[in-house]
């Protein structure tokens, strides 16, 4: 009981302050904004308290759009956590933590870079995975011999782009898509302080996330209001980049993949050099 009254009282302040900047800023662009950097700023602050980071006392820092001068990111990287979820879709217990940003707002736009066909930063994540397998003496994502599995690598980006984004979009089941047309593997590439990370570029068949107001969707409040409004056709089909970089961390029994993933291959070099690379990766 206890628990379920400390939800609802995070809830309800997070309502009342969105309601306060509503009412303040009349729906006005800005709202969107606030209403985003304000209600993900305290949802990620709340799921960070039960992370495979918290629980395995990781440290595990990726800058967020603030850390460069430029208006490219959201200002901060976001937690989410989903061990069921993960769990059903691989048919095993895991525990899965997410760390995620995507394109920032415009001042004078209700939708975030994420929805912007024109912009760099259109349909691009990056951030950081932290997969555990919670059956004794097992790794994910690499085998006995310590190679990687390409397959358990691959279902982790997979699962969040088709299920956690895509679907909270309101993509048809029948639509979702991601599919890797080509990869490069690189072995034994030193990356954030570490040696023996493996490097995956992918090139992928993917969905766009353009798609027509559909009234109150709980994922519009992070990314704001999609844009399309013409008779384009809704989360059609695009081409983008990928690229993981793996590496099982045996003092946290945890394998971590740093992530990046755009359409545009010199934003995806710019978000590596200057934003992913940056990360720490610590005990606490």
Known sequence: M?????????????????????????????????????????????????????????????????????????????????DRGFSEFMGRDLSLTILYNFGSFSWNSSSSAFFDRDSPYFNSFYGGYVVQENEQNKIYGFTEEGELNLEETFAVPQYDFKYLVLQSLGCPASKL????LSQEITKDVEYVGYEDWVRIDSLML???????????????????????????????????????????????????????????????????????????????
């Open 2 to 82: 206890g628990k379920i009254k400390r939800i609802t009282k995070v809830i309800g302040i997070i309502l009342a302050v969105v309601l306060v900047l509503g009412f303040l800023l009349l729906k006005a662009p800005l709202y969107y904004q606030a209403r985003s950097y304000v209600v993900m700023y305290a949802y990620s602050a709340w799921e960070k308290k039960f992370s495979l980071l918290e629980r395995n006392d990781i440290v595990l820092k990726i800058p967020g759009g603030l850390s460069t001068p430029e208006k490219d990111w959201f200002p901060f990287v976001m937690t989410f956590n989903d």
């Open 177 to 180: 898509k991601m599919e890797i």
């Open 206 to 284: 993917v969905n766009s996330p353009e798609h027509k107001f559909k009234g109150s969707r709980r994922a519009y409040i992070q990314y704001g209001n999609p844009l399309l409004k013409d008779n384009n056709e809704e989360f059609r089909t695009m081409v983008t980049h990928g690229r993981i970089y793996a590496r099982y961390f045996p003092e946290y029994n945890s394998t971590v993949y740093l992530y990046i993933m755009s359409p545009n291959i010199n934003t995806l070099n710019h978000c590596d050099e200057s934003i992913l690379s940056k990360s720490v990766i610590a005990s606490k």
